[in-house]
């Protein structure tokens, strides 16, 4: 398992010289458990920038460990699984030791980044030293979709350059591709920014993999932003047809093509590619998370459509078990939202409001998700709203709520959040309630034909029409 370093002789790429400063700088602050993620396609530059890292200044006296996880070869000796990974490391890496792992991209198969995001609190507690994964860009991705609460730990993500092996212009490092989760918790500005540095990059990107995973990133934010049609021409005419022999990168792209359908009211296509397309490619590869995932939006269409029994069927008995099995907490959050959304549907409003304030927010206040929790806030004051306590609904939804997605720049939560405002104002018709209540809706309107949301578009011009005609 543990490989010698190599020598400090050769010179690192020109381009490299500003990432590893910057990776210096971190690992002399933070001390203590730090979980790194770096990014450098080319094994010798590798091996050249952990040599360079080892004479760093600021560094002396640090232990500095090398990991091979590769499992091939005459040497091989990588560790079976996570918890043998963690023994180890817990009985060899001391306080403040800086830990080089490599070679972990054959290593990191879907089980065992599901197993590193189980045993992350233990991992933290029992090894006081930073970790540096060394990785390429798919596997990262990888990383950040299957173990988003170790994601969410990371201390830094800094991308190297390889020599001979990129396409793009000398002296222009590439971007790693951010996760969906990343791309929620953007404001807009950095949002705005970021498509601006996507467009840019990709006229020059070569590369499959990297193209790949920035034109997903691309199409996650012109979601958010609210421009769907160019989000749908990203997915069907460009990501799709490099992926005709991916059948895992397929299924993803097609789960982010029936989001959009789903939210548009396209019910019956965003159905058929969730239960043709999306679960038999999940099930093939058995990626049981994956499948867990499209079954619950499964349960939503089912949920849209009022057959509430066997949505409930689906979260908590297909869904459900395998979250707790994986000790995926925030996608157990999510289906626990799920279930309390049938609930307040049939009335069981007390039992929707206890998982939403202790079984839902606390996991998105500890994991640091603004959005989910100005999501479930927002579910919170429905159900106030129901039982008529329209002044608590009405602060929730203006000081906790809407504030967060403006600040995202997330234009469908938005538009959905200032017609709920609208409604509560109406219920309670306080003086000047009617005249902020047409201001939020006739804003909501325009997001809404703007996105060609048909279901959205027709239940504000209702609400409109009641304001014109109270009768």
Same mark, same amino acid.
């Given at each position: 398992m543990i490989a010698p370093l190599p020598p400090a002789s050769a010179a690192i790429l020109p381009a490299n010289e500003a990432g590893l400063a910057r990776l210096a700088r971190?690992?002399?602050?933070?001390?203590?458990?730090q979980f790194y993620v770096l990014v450098c396609p080319a094994p010798r530059e590798r091996d050249r920038l952990i040599a360079r890292l080892e004479g760093e200044p600021g560094l002396t006296g640090r232990p500095m460990l090398r990991v091979d996880l590769a499992e091939y070869g005459l040497s091989a000796a990588a560790p079976a699984d996570v918890p043998s990974l963690e023994a180890w490391l817990h009985a060899e890496a001391g306080a403040d030791a800086i830990v080089h792992l490599v070679n972990g991209d054959g290593w990191l198969k879907p089980d065992r980044i599901a197993e590193l995001n189980l045993h992350r609190n233990a991992l933290a507690a029992q090894v006081p030293a930073s970790l540096l994964w060394w990785l390429p860009e798919a596997t990262v991705t990888e990383l950040a979709r299957g173990a988003p609460d170790v994601w969410s730990w990371r201390s830094g993500v800094v991308a190297f350059e390889g020599a001979g092996e990129v396409s793009e212009p000398i002296g222009v490092s590439p971007p790693v591709a951010r996760s969906w989760l990343e791309v929620w918790g953007?404001?807009?500005?950095?949002?705005?920014?970021?498509?601006?540095?996507?467009e840019q990059v990709l006229a020059h990107i070569k590369r499959a993999e990297l193209r790949r995973d920035l034109l997903l990133e691309l199409a996650d934010i012109l979601v958010v932003v609210g421009r769907l049609d160019e989000a749908l021409q990203v997915l069907r005419q460009q990501l799709l047809p490099m992926l005709s022999d991916d059948e895992s990168g397929r299924?993803?792209?097609?789960?982010?093509?029936?989001?959009?359908?789903?939210?548009?009211?396209?019910?019956?296509?965003?159905?058929?590619?969730?239960?043709?397309?999306?679960?038999?490619?999940?099930?093939?590869?058995?990626?049981?998370?994956?499948?867990?995932?499209t079954q619950g939006k499964i349960a939503d269409i089912l949920m849209a459509r009022g057959e509430l029994d066997e949505a409930l069927r689906i979260l908590t008995e297909e869904q459900l078990p395998v979250y707790e099995k994986l000790g995926d907490v925030r996608e157990k959050a999510v289906t626990q939202g799920q279930i309390a959304d049938i609930l307040m549907a049939r009335g069981e409003l007390d039992e929707a409001l206890r998982i939403r304030t202790e079984e839902e927010l606390p996991v998105y206040e500890k994991l640091g998700d603004v959005r989910s929790k100005a999501v479930t806030q927002g579910k919170i004051a429905d159900i106030l709203m129901a039982r008529g306590q329209l002044d608590e609904a009405l602060r929730i939804q203006t000081e906790e709520e809407l504030p967060v997605y403006e600040k995202l720049g997330d234009v469908r939560f938005m538009l959905v959040a200032r017609a709920n405002i609208g409604i509560t104002l109406l219920k309670r018709n306080a003086p000047g309630d009617r005249a902020e209540a047409r +201001? =939020?809706?006739?804003?909501?309107?325009?997001? @809404?034909? +703007? =996105?060609?949301?048909?279901?959205?578009?027709? @239940?504000?011009?209702?609400?409109l029409k009641r304001l014109d005609d109270p009768a």
């Open positions: 971190l690992l002399a602050v933070k001390k203590g458990f953007m404001s807009r500005e950095e949002k705005d920014a970021r498509l601006a540095e996507l299924a993803l792209v097609q789960a982010r093509v029936a989001d959009i359908l789903q939210f548009r009211g396209e019910l019956d296509e965003a159905l058929r590619i969730r239960t043709e397309e999306q679960l038999p490619a999940f099930e093939k590869l058995g990626d049981v998370r994956s499948k867990a995932v +201001r =939020l809706f006739a804003l909501a309107l325009a997001d @809404a034909r +703007r =996105l060609k949301l048909p279901g959205e578009i027709a @239940a504000i011009e209702a609400w």
